[in-house]
């Protein structure tokens, strides 16, 4: 008889382990409140970036502070009022950048995942008939002044450590590679080993057709409570109740909502972001997405038009939407091309962060037949379908392709 999992979050991280599993046999069912790619994954840049391996530290934090306190600037925001409720993840993540061993075991793990990502992704999207959405013109990081370029040394440092390959463009290469782009910026930095999606959103419903065609089933129902027995599971949603051999836990930042009610209490925070879809009136495109280093947006090509970003917003989870980020990064992304006029409404996501920026992913401690795949932050899209692999070796008792020790659900309890 098959083994029957049920999976819990239909975002590009939870359906890439249905995927996975429904591959190897698995009798799968998914199973999310909204639509597929409709939570987390539906706001952010789309990269598959091999240069997102530098973890959050308090250098950075702590450059940010008093803009990010007084909302002066698009790279952070911080709601005081909000902070006593990350104490352990604060707590944690100073403990985490008290040494330079910690840091950089953290860019090693991280880089483990992504060494991975981009191949796995292409295998699903070929599967899925969704390559035409894979864009391969790298991740381009751009610097106003070179100062701040000279501020990057750390992370080239790293990059020729990792044998990450990279580029500094000057100003009339970056032009010839981007010409929408004002020519404004004294360095670039093109990161090679990197694609991104032009609508992850879009990926995440063509990745659920292939989990049906492979037998797996999807359905629409709200979570309420996750009921362990001796050998089984009981999910009760408002509509139904169901039974499953096992469990993938994979719900991004409401996780807790289930964590907590099983006595597990990780540190995680949400890192809140924002996206808007601009037209440029001129037709200006981009071929790759941007990163405006000093500016602390994003800009990247989707189906859409151009979706610009911000960076972090600490507050609540469920906390009204504040407009004033967007804002200044869209105040901020008109001296660096010309946005057009904005399509759509805003968008506002929560990514789920633990202090070490690593996810958790791999065998609940306390539950036999439960298994977390959360926690990925900012590269929950671009580790989607690694994560799935290995989350999938584990459970059938395969080796997984790297060493899962620092992603252990164990590590903080």
């Not at 401690?365 to 932050?377: C, E, I, T, V």
Request: include cysteine.
């Amino acid at each position: 008889m098959l083994n029957n999992i049920t999976v819990l979050g239909a975002g590009m991280v939870g359906t890439c382990c249905a995927i996975q599993l429904a591959e190897r046999g698995y009798k799968v069912t998914l199973i999310d409140k909204r639509r597929p790619g409709h939570g987390t994954s539906y706001g952010n840049a789309g990269l598959i970036n091999r240069g997102s391996v530098f973890p959050l530290g308090m250098n950075e934090l702590v450059h940010h502070l008093f803009p990010a306190i007084l909302k002066q600037t698009p790279h952070v925001h911080v709601h005081l009022r909000y902070l006593p409720a990350y104490w352990r993840w604060l707590v944690t993540l100073i403990k985490n950048n008290r040494t330079r061993s910690a840091y950089h075991n953290t860019v090693i793990s991280l880089d483990a995942l992504f060494q991975h990502a981009l191949d796995e992704h292409k295998r699903l999207l070929l599967k899925a008939n969704a390559l035409d959405m894979l864009l391969e013109g790298g991740w381009l990081k751009l610097y106003q002044h070179e100062d701040a370029f000279q501020d990057s040394h750390r992370e080239r440092t790293f990059y020729d450590q990792l044998a990450i390959a990279y580029d500094i463009l000057s100003p009339s290469q970056i032009s010839e590679l981007e010409p929408a782009i004002f020519p404004r910026y004294a360095k670039g930095i093109l990161i090679k080993e990197t694609a991104s999606l032009s609508d992850p959103c879009a990926v995440v419903n063509r990745y659920v057709d292939l989990l049906l065609s492979l037998g797996g089933k999807y359905l629409q129902r709200d979570v309420k409570r996750l009921i362990p027995h001796c050998q089984t599971y009981t999910v009760e949603t408002t509509q139904e109740t169901l039974e499953a051999n096992e469990i993938i836990l994979a719900m991004g930042p409401w996780s807790d909502n289930l964590l907590h009610s099983l006595g597990y209490h990780y540190p995680m925070a949400w890192e809140r972001g924002y996206h808007q879809h601009y037209q440029p009136e001129d037709g200006s495109r981009l071929n790759r997405p941007i990163y405006d280093v000093e500016g602390g947006f994003v800009i990247a090509p989707m189906l859409q038009g151009l979706r610009l970003t911000t960076g972090i917003e600490l507050t609540h989870r469920d906390a009204p939407a504040s407009p004033r980020q967007l804002k200044q990064a869209a105040l901020a992304a008109q001296s660096c091309l010309p946005l057009g006029h904005p399509t759509g409404d805003a968008w506002l996501g929560s990514r789920p962060s633990m202090p070490d920026s690593l996810p958790v992913i791999g065998a609940a401690p306390k539950h036999p037949g439960l298994w977390f795949a959360f926690g990925h932050g900012h590269v929950g899209v671009g580790t989607a379908a690694i994560t799935g692999r290995l989350l999938a070796e584990q459970i059938c008792n395969e080796k997984p392709l790297i060493d899962m020790t620092p992603f252990s659900p164990s590590r903080f309890l």
